[in-house]
């Protein structure tokens, strides 16, 4: 069983910039693809960008160019650069794990931008 952890959210203005970590605990696991979720109050919830096991990534339309993610195989983490940050990015951010069994998920940490 693999335990995500999270952490980086916060208050920034519009225009500034975040770092979001996931931190992946616990032993016996092999993950394949990580990446993170948003939800907005009111709005179902949305993929924002994944990492492949071999490093390849993709993003969501919304994000692309301003979102990186990337991930540190020796600290079993994942991160996520929100720069250039918008009002229409602030949502509970949720990293996820999929290893063997039901996909993993993070308690979700909060992104709130303001204008």
């Known amino acids: 069983q693999v335990q995500l952890v999270e952490s980086g959210g916060g208050l920034v203005q519009a225009g500034g910039s975040l770092r979001l970590s996931c931190a992946a605990r616990?032993?016996?696991?092999?993950?394949?693809?990580r990446g993170w979720y948003r939800q907005a109050p009111g709005k179902q919830r949305e993929w924002v960008a994944t990492i492949a096991i071999e490093g390849r990534t993709s993003y969501a339309e919304s994000v692309k160019g301003r979102f990186t993610i990337t991930k540190d195989n020796a600290k079993n983490t994942i991160y996520l650069q929100m720069n250039s940050l918008k009002t229409a990015d602030t949502a509970v951010y949720y990293c996820?794990?999929?290893?063997?069994?039901?996909?993993?998920w993070g308690q979700g940490t909060q992104v709130t931008v303001s204008s």
């Open positions: 616990g032993s016996g696991f092999v993950i394949n693809t």
């Open positions: 996820f794990a999929d290893v063997i069994g039901p996909r993993s």
